[in-house]
Every structure is written in C-alpha cells, then in structure tokens.
C-alpha cells in the first residue's frame, strides 16, 4: 500500500512554506506537568507566538510525540490549539505516540497523508515508531513505499520527516534511543540526489548538519529541551521552539528557528528523566 498522497500549494516565488512543530506530550488533563513543564501551557503559548510572527507558513508538520498520556482526548487537544493557526496539518508518529487513538486526529482536521506533493518539490512523512520502545526501526513497508514515492517524481526535490535522529546528535544517552536501521534508510536514499533534507524532533532541541550533501534538521519540542552534547539525560533551560521552512524552486531549504522568550517556562532542574 502507498502512502496517502495529498497535493500541496506553491507560492508564487515558487517555493512551499512549512511549519514544523514537535514532541507537544500533551495529556487529556490540561493540568498536568512533564518534568514541571505544563505542556498545554507551552504549546499554546507555542501558538499564540506563530500567530504574531507574521511569518508565511502554508502547511504545518508535526513530527510525533504528540501525546503524553495516549489518549483521545490528547490528540484532540493538539487539533484544537493547532486550529487556531487555520493551515493544513500532517502528522507522522513519535515513540510515546498510540496510533490508533492518533488517527482521530483526522476527524478533527489534522491529516495523515504521508506524501506532500508540489510543484518542484515532495514532501516524504515516515513512520520510525516501535511501539513501547524509545528507539526508531523504519519497517519494510516504510522503506518500500520511501523508494516507490522517490520514484514516482525524480525530478522534484525531497524533503523528509520522520521522529527519530537517522545521524547521531552527540548525546549518548539520547543517541541510544535513535533510528536502529538508519543504514537502511541511507541505502534506499542513495540513489537519489534530490534529497534534500531530512527533518526530525525527538532530540528536543537545535540540530542543523549538513551530512552527505543532505540538511539534518531537528526542531526543539514545545516543552521541554535537552541539553545538547550531554553524555547524560540532562535538561537545557532553552525555551519551547518551533521552526519555519522555505522550500524553494531551485532546491534550497532556507529555516528559522524561533522560541519563547526567556524563562517562559522551566522545568524542575531535579527531574532524572520520564
Ligand atoms: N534518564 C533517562 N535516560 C534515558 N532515557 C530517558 C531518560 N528519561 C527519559 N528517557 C527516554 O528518552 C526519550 C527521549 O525523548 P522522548 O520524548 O522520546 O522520551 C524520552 C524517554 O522515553
Ligand atoms: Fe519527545
């Protein structure tokens, strides 16, 4: 089965303007806290800064770990703050992600189409999740229907998404949890040099390297962030974020990263992990 496609708009400078949000962990509870950070607090102070940003974003992808809890009622939180920003909204699943209750979130207008396509570019949403486990494997079917999509249109550029770190981000202890068969997935990319970038949440933080000509991308959640380079679980007291992306016509990924301000929102200092 290929993935379900979804035609997207591109601007008249030619290029697809996105938004990337992540790694939300909502509860059904709009009360409750991850490591002293309320997560419904921080993703919608989230969306009330896009709303005046006043910078163009036509589609939103969310790259997993939507919900903390697994619940229906979760998801339908996303979907009501995500609302608020009145654009088309793709989601592709995390490690703390339940898929089954994730796909309500299409009664509530968030979309599960996994293949974005525009004018000069396609926009690939992959599935790294093994359930009940913090690491990423991309299955079979994935790889498959990754290589049937790259063949469909090599002529456009290629953006991917996915939860989990295909690179290491330098964190041992965050490194553990990452994508198993990533030379897998490097091995079905290989022939194509259209890809341009891979993007990805699950390491809640800032991550941009440029690895075998291809943009690694990470954006940091909207509520809690890791300290980068710690060799154990550390928390940073960087601010939720969330990233605007340009995609132009001749190939280039152009991205800003924005946050809230200073000490929003800061999570217990004593918190050894989740
Ligand atoms: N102290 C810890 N050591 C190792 N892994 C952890 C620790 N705390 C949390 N984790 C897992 O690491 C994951 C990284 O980001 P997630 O949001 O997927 O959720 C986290 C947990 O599943
Ligand atoms: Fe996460």
Redesign the pocket.
Known sequence: MAFTKLNINTAPDGSVYLLQVT?T?LFADEQTGLLGVNTNDSFTAVIENIQSDNIPFEYILATG?LSQDHTKRSYQRFAERIADLDRPCVWLP???DMQENMLTLEQHGVLAAKQLVSEHWQIIMLDTQLEGE?HGVMSQRQLDNLAEALAEYPDKHVLIAMHHQAIPVGSK??D??NLKNADEFFAVIADYPNVRGVIFG???QNYEFQFDGIAFIATP?TCIQ?LPLSA??ALDHQQPGWRYLQLTAEGRIATRLRRLSERSFLPDPKS???
């Open positions: 790694d962990h770990d995390g490690n703390h913090p202890w965050l553990q949890h699950h390491v809640h959640s890791f154990n679980f050894k992990g989740y």
